[in-house]
């Protein structure tokens, strides 16, 4: 990215596999994510009734982040991906994603995610509260 560079932050209704893998993969989020099964990848993007994008305004829109999210757009909203390209993290991509979100959920909707544990001062930093009350059943496969 350039300092002439402008991010587009937007709700796109559909996501394109290929760009969520890659972004996935670059963020570092690849890992953890089943980046090599297609049909799960779909899935995951089908059921996901929010999908805020951050583009670069430049010739071909470039996708360098993407916050995946299930709400009832009424009381809360899970953010079940925030993933932005290693090479505009620490540009203020997270940040701007979050900060859409807030914006298209509105002040009534709260929001929760559960953080990788490197990302966890990010998140301190944008002013979220770390809650100690949260359970999980791990995944089986």
Partial sequence: MTERS???????????????????????????RPVGDEARLKAMLDGA??????R?????????????????????????????SAKAQGLGIGKGLMDEARRQLGPSVAI??????????FYERIGMKRMTDAFWFSRTR
């Fill in 49 to 54: 009734n929010l999908i805020l994008t951050a």
């Fill in 56 to 84: 670069l305004d430049m010739e071909g829109k470039p996708l360098i982040g993407v916050a995946r999210c299930l709400s009832d757009f009424s009381w809360v909203c899970y953010i079940s991906d925030l993933a932005v």
């Fill in 112 to 121: 929760s995610l559960i953080s990788m544990p490197d990302a966890v001062g």
């Fill in 6 to 32: 402008h991010v587009l932050y937007a709700r796109e209704p559909t996501l394109g596999i290929a760009e969520f893998r890659r972004v996935l993969v670059e963020s570092g989020l690849g890992e953890v």
